[in-house]
């Protein structure tokens, strides 16, 4: 079952502006992680938050966790036409090894 | 350095046939994990293998197995198609870790089944 769930499902903004994802969780965590799919390949990994962090940069990418909340958002600033893909909030719930993922959010850049 | 690998790339296959994909790990990872991913949905967990044993399992029946080799690769065989295990089918690597580690994973380009 997903434990994670992604807000908005689908988003489609204008290349410069910032996009903005959210995702919720349902249990305690070691850690949340945000990947990164287009169209249909393999996941690359973009940024990982542990549970005792609030807030993680990584170039245009920018995360926050909120754990009494158990939510998170993915803020990508400047967007280009190559972030179009889909983006995955992953979860390593605490006591377990494997990822818990939600189910997406779909982002359309248009040039 | 090498990334996390599979093979094959596409796969057809029938009702009630049989199917072994496989993974090689990133280059220094020991751990192999492998997810289901169904069109539109988000990657779930089937299993994971480290020292060449299961270490942990997600809900999936028994027709789907797994095995570890000494070099850390990995095969995922599932018995008994049925349409439903159409799927992108993904590997990927860590570094087995303490508890309270990161478990950061790297994930290879997927396996797309397709069951007629």
């Known amino acids: 079952s997903q434990q994670g769930e992604e807000d908005p499902q689908a988003l489609s903004i204008q290349e410069g502006e910032n996009a903005t994802m959210n995702c919720s969780y349902k249990?305690?965590?070691?850690?949340l992680q945000w990947y990164r799919q287009n169209s249909g390949r393999g996941l690359v990994h973009l940024i990982l938050i542990r549970s005792n962090e609030r807030e993680k940069h990584s170039g245009r990418l920018r995360v926050t966790l909120d754990t009494s909340k158990k939510s998170s958002s993915l803020l990508i600033t400047a967007s280009r036409a190559a972030d179009t893909a889909s983006y995955f909030c992953?979860?390593?719930?605490?006591?377990?090894?494997?990822?818990?993922f939600g189910s997406g959010t779909r982002l359309q850049v248009q040039p | 350095d090498a990334g996390v690998t599979q093979s094959p790339t596409h796969l057809i296959k029938t009702r009630g046939q049989q199917v072994t994909l496989r993974c090689s790990p990133k280059?220094?990872?020991?751990?192999v994990s492998w997810y289901q991913q169904a069109l539109g949905q988000g990657p779930q967990f089937i299993f994971q293998?480290?020292?060449?044993?299961?270490?942990q399992r997600g809900n999936f029946p028994d027709r789907f197995s797994g095995h570890q080799f000494p070099n850390y690769s990995s095969e995922l065989n599932v018995n008994a198609l049925l349409l439903g295990d159409s799927a992108l089918y993904l590997c990927a690597s860590s570094l087995s870790s303490l508890a309270g580690g990161d478990n950061e994973q790297f994930f290879g380009p997927g396996t797309r089944l397709t069951v007629l």
């Open positions: 992953a979860t390593r719930d605490t006591g377990r090894r494997a990822l818990t």
């Open positions: 249990t305690s965590i070691n850690n």
């Open positions: 293998y480290y020292e060449e044993e299961e270490r």
């Open positions: 280059s220094g990872h020991d751990t």
